[in-house]
């Protein structure tokens, strides 16, 4: 079983004993402690508790332990107090496979792209974001630096992917300048 740490999805496999269950891999993503302190979240000390426990117990009893990055792996060492042992092996994330979409036949075939001008999608200067629109994933700190980045080329177009889960789209009206906004596209996810 592969499972993320967010959200302790396999904490009740974890729970059973190891030789009544599937080999347990956990990938190692943010910790629940940082997304929260980071996206301010409203939290109490309880429910806080009980995050850390599910994810440091999930850590604990993984057969295999992966993560993503040598920054979440010292994240993980620092907040919850735990050391890397021979479980610990380094693998960063990969591209998932789009199916749905054949690389041969062009970007027009793509209809989330549909409601872009054809300008943007012919862009020879593109800065793209693809990952959910969290504050946690930088997406505030882009979207500042789109005022600078965009106003110096009129030719470079920001071009976002991904689910807005905390409704960036409608705050990027109030970051952004109004002669930046056309062009930065919201793909979705």
């Given at each position: 079983?592969?499972?993320?740490?967010?959200?302790?999805?396999?904490?009740?496999?974890?729970?059973?004993?190891?030789?009544?269950?599937?080999?347990?891999?956990?990938?190692?993503?943010t910790p629940f402690l940082?997304?929260?302190?980071?996206?301010?979240?409203?939290?109490?000390?309880?429910?806080v508790a009980l995050y850390?426990?599910?994810?440091?117990?999930?850590?604990?009893?993984?057969?295999?332990?992966?993560?993503?990055?040598?920054?979440?792996?010292?994240?993980?060492?620092?907040?919850?107090?735990?050391?890397?042992?021979?479980?610990?092996?380094?693998?960063?994330?990969?591209?998932?496979?789009?199916?749905?979409?054949?690389?041969?036949?062009?970007?027009?075939?793509?209809?989330?792209?549909?409601?872009?001008?054809?300008?943007?999608?012919?862009?020879?200067?593109?800065?793209?974001?693809?990952?959910?629109?969290?504050?946690?994933?930088?997406?505030?700190?882009?979207?500042?630096?789109?005022?600078?980045?965009?106003?110096?080329?009129?030719?470079?177009?920001?071009?976002?992917?991904?689910?807005?889960?905390?409704?960036?789209?409608?705050?990027?009206?109030?970051?952004?300048?109004?002669?930046?906004?056309?062009?930065?596209?919201?793909?979705?996810?």
């Amino acid at each position: 079983i592969d499972s993320a740490l967010w959200d302790s999805e396999a904490l009740a496999l974890a729970l059973l004993p190891k030789k009544d269950r599937p080999v347990l891999v956990i990938r190692l993503v943010t910790p629940f402690l940082v997304a929260m302190k980071v996206n301010n979240w409203a939290v109490s000390d309880k429910e806080v508790a009980l995050y850390i426990t599910a994810e440091r117990t999930l850590i604990e009893r993984a057969d295999v332990v992966i993560p993503i990055s040598e920054s979440i792996a010292m994240t993980i060492e620092t907040e919850y107090k735990i050391r890397r042992d021979k479980r610990w092996r380094l693998s960063h994330c990969g591209i998932a496979y789009w199916s749905f979409f054949d690389v041969n036949s062009g970007y027009s075939d793509l209809k989330e792209l549909y409601q872009t001008s054809l300008k943007a999608v012919q862009a020879s200067k593109m800065v793209l974001f693809i990952g959910r629109l969290e504050m946690r994933k930088g997406i505030d700190i882009l979207l500042a630096a789109a005022n600078e980045f965009l106003a110096v080329d009129s030719d470079v177009y920001l071009v976002i992917a991904g689910r807005d889960v905390e409704g960036w789209i409608e705050k990027s009206k109030t970051i952004c300048n109004q002669d930046v906004l056309d062009r930065i596209i919201f793909l979705g996810e």
